[in-house]
T-cell receptor, first 112, second 114 residues
Framework: SQKIEQNSEALNIQEGKTATLTCNYT??????LQWYRQDPGRGPVFLLL?????KEKRKERLKVTFDTTLKQSLFHITASQPADSATYLC???????????FGGGTRLMVKP | GAVVSQHPSWVICKSGTSVKIECRSL??????MFWYRQFPKQSLMLMAT?????????EQGVEKDKFLINHASLTLSTLTVTSAHPEDSSFYIC??????????FGPGTRLLVL
């Protein structure tokens, strides 16, 4: 069965550094992958979508890569700020309409 | 754009009562709406998918008679938790999708059943 893995341990980094989060998947060939941010007690907020034929996508301080050979996506936040502290979820389409399957999320803590 | 609202944001009810949660897409037409449940420190678990005017498709293990979903228009879907019990206490989140692949999420509804 399809499986999506994100590092369940919190990632703690210093303000100004680049945060890198990983999303790995198996038994799966998604057409696209999305990253969301979720703050405690709130619904997820869409950040970026990257398609299977795209290697990299950027949006302001965010960068996402998608390696379909490694079955991995990396999510980078450059010049991180304490306000970036949140849980980040990757989600993959399951080749059935617009349905998404979510990873467990990685909590990012940016310390001033 | 792409704003989704949920109402209520939190609800406390007695065991055995029914609770209705509304999900609205405010500035776009949602051909598909999704309902998720999230327990503390866990990820989102899809409960059901609904398309406007048709019956919802429930994920395995989700009781369709307990979690009633109605998607009567392109901007409104409702989830009714019937005969709620304490184990139904959770964070319920809806999302809406239009023509594109992205799902836009509501702020969530926290349900506590006493």
């Amino acid at each position: 069965s399809q499986k999506i893995e994100q590092n369940s341990e919190a990632l703690n980094i210093q303000e100004g550094k680049t945060a890198t989060l990983t999303c790995n998947y198996t038994n799966y060939s998604p057409a696209y992958l999305q990253w969301y941010r979720q703050d405690p007690g709130r619904g997820p907020v869409f950040l970026l979508l990257i398609r299977e034929n795209e290697k990299e996508k950027r949006k302001e301080r965010l960068k996402v890569t998608f390696d379909t050979t490694l079955k991995q996506s990396l999510f980078h936040i450059t010049a991180s700020q304490p306000a970036d502290s949140a849980t980040y979820l990757c989600a993959l389409d399951n080749n059935a309409g617009n349905m998404l399957t979510f990873g467990g999320g990685t909590r990012l803590m940016v310390k001033p | 754009g792409a704003v989704v609202s949920q109402h209520p944001s939190w609800v406390i009810c007695k065991s055995g009562t029914s609770v209705k949660i509304e999900c609205r897409s405010l500035d776009f037409q949602a051909t598909t709406m999704f309902w998720y449940r999230q327990f503390p420190k866990q990820s989102l678990m899809l409960m059901a998918t609904s398309n406007e005017g048709s019956k919802a498709t429930y994920e395995q293990g989700v009781e369709k008679d307990k979690f009633l979903i109605n998607h009567a228009s392109l901007t409104l879907s409702t989830l009714t938790v019937t005969s709620a019990h304490p184990e139904d206490s959770s964070f319920y989140i809806c999302s809406a999708s239009g023509a594109a692949e992205t799902q836009y999420f509501g702020p969530g509804t926290r349900l506590l059943v006493l």
